[in-house]
């Protein structure tokens, strides 16, 4: 059974950072994508940032490019999201979500297992 676990949300000031991080486990295969997504009640989910298991290949939305930074970290099966320079507009639940297909567009609807979220908020 595939199982991703969030953890890592927290309060911080605008301009702070945090590292979310998703420990994968129950993978059958060594090609698939993990990818951060994000919803704010009322708004559709965005997908924030997504990476490849196989050669490391990212995505950035243009909102989070050069402030947040995805990696994977195979020997602990975890993917971190270091997120830095956070702003309000950040404020979101946060997913990850694994894409067992392989690579292809950070899109919710790709995704099959999701994690149960974490929560961060930026105060101004």
């Known amino acids: 059974e595939v199982q991703l676990v969030e953890s890592g949300g927290g309060l911080v000031q605008a301009g702070g950072s945090l590292r979310l991080s998703c420990v994968v486990s129950?993978?059958?295969?060594?090609?698939?994508?993990i990818g951060w997504f994000r919803q704010v009640p009322g708004k559709e989910r965005e997908g924030v940032s997504c990476?490849?298991?196989?050669?490391?290949?990212?995505y950035y939305a243009d909102s989070v490019k050069g402030r947040f930074t995805i990696s994977n970290d195979n020997a602990k099966n975890t993917v971190y999201l270091q997120m830095n320079s956070l702003k309000p507009e950040d404020t979101a639940v946060y997913y990850c979500?694994?894409?067992?297909?392989?690579?292809?567009?950070?899109?919710?609807?790709?995704?099959?297992?999701w994690g149960q979220g974490t929560q961060v908020t930026v105060s101004s």
């Open positions: 990476i490849s298991s196989s050669d490391g290949s990212t």
């Open positions: 129950g993978f059958t295969s060594d090609d698939y994508a």
């Open positions: 979500a694994a894409d067992l297909e392989g690579w292809g567009p950070c899109i919710g609807p790709l995704y099959d297992n």
